[in-house]
């Protein structure tokens, strides 16, 4: 009898509770299944997260988890990857949650390249408390917070990891099971912080934001999936191709078999090239975008540590031991 688990033994016993239609589920399925798939274990695993709809995440895996408070799951995921560094920590966070009161915490565990994964679901709004405009929300959205439409510039998720000195930079859509099953393994296999943007529908507040692109009946005009050494080639018949335009300093569509040698390779460890997919308007990148592997904080640290990453003591020898005292 195989012993290999199942995306069903990563699912918990607690009620799903977000609301019907919600790009969650289909996020949750999708981890669940890449758990499985990489051989995850439960007993290993941990699940973090901050406050509002994707906070909710460690209830409905069956792992360890622990619902942190506003924004600062990174930091806390931190200290958790040094107190045991062979544990999976995941850290699930949102567009408000991560990017707003979150970013300073965010941007420092990128920078270190603490090896956690992050999965930063961007709904372009808070779902949670009722639907003001977020940190991504664009120009012009109308919100109870902004009856006249917001003024802000949005945030780019990926132009700010990349600004952090993150590593590892992927997108993918909620409901592409295929997609994000490929980038959760991928995110999972990398050793530093690996970042995921998943793009996710909120059906309450902010339902169809994306639709432009991630409508199945035009996916294949409107969706460019990344893979290491391919051509980047879209269309129903992989007829159009991406090509630098010299002269603008841009990335532009073109004609793939009329100009085929004109067509980009892609090179996930080229970060010049990651801004450029970034901020490419139609298609949307997904996939990959940037991985470029290093040490990560917890090797670096434990490197110079007495220890060398290994265990000495019980937490009872700790607090019995010269550090600690009694008060009469």
């Known amino acids: ?19 019907p239609g919600c790009g969650d589920y289909a996020i949750l399925k999708s981890v669940t299944k890449a ?22 995440f460690p209830y409905y895996i069956n792992s ?27 850290v699930v966070t949102g567009d408000g949650d991560g990017l707003s009161i979150g970013g300073n915490h965010l941007l420092h565990t990128l920078r270190r390249n603490v ?10 709004i808070y779902g949670l408390t009722k639907g003001q405009y977020s940190p991504t929300s664009r120009v012009g959205t109308t919100s109870p917070s902004s009856p006249s439409g917001s003024v802000d510039t949005p945030v780019s998720p990926g132009q700010f990891v990349l600004g952090a000195g993150a590593k590892f930079f992927a997108r993918a859509i909620d409901t592409d099971k295929v997609g994000l099953g490929e980038v959760l393994q ?31 009946k035009n996916a294949a005009q409107t969706q460019l999936h990344l893979r ?30 009329a100009s085929p040698d004109d067509v980009l390779v892609h090179d996930e460890g080229n970060a010049v090239l990651a801004r450029l997919l970034i901020d490419m308007h139609m298609p949307v990148a997904l996939g990959v ?40």
């Not at 758990?35 to 909710?56: M, N, Q």
């Open 1 to 19: 009898m195989s012993d290999k688990l199942t995306a069903k033994d990563f699912a918990s016993s607690q009620e799903v509770r977000w609301c």
């Open 35 to 56: 758990l499985a798939d990489v051989g995850a274990k439960p007993e290993s695993t941990v699940f973090l997260s901050g406050i509002g709809c994707a906070a909710r």
């Open 64 to 90: 360890y988890g622990f619902h942190t408070i506003h924004g600062r799951a990174p930091a806390v995921a931190t200290g958790l990857k040094l107190a045991n560094p062979e544990l999976d920590v995941w």
């Open 115 to 124: 090896g956690v994964k992050i999965l930063l679901f961007n709904n372009e």
């Open 186 to 216: 991928q995110a999972h296999a990398f050793g530093g912080a690996s970042f995921t943007e998943i793009f996710q529908n909120c059906i309450v507040y902010n339902e169809d934001v994306f639709a432009p692109f991630t409508e199945r």
């Open 228 to 257: 290491h050494g391919e051509p980047m080639l879209f269309g129903t018949n992989k007829d159009h191709g991406i090509r630098f335009n010299s002269d603008s300093y841009t990335l532009e569509v073109i004609d793939a078999p």
């Open 289 to 328: 975008i940037y991985k470029q592997p290093a040490q990560s904080f917890e090797d670096a640290f434990y490197a110079h540590h007495p220890t060398r990453m290994q265990r000495t003591k019980s937490v009872a020898d700790f607090i019995k031991g010269p550090s600690s005292w009694v008060v009469d």
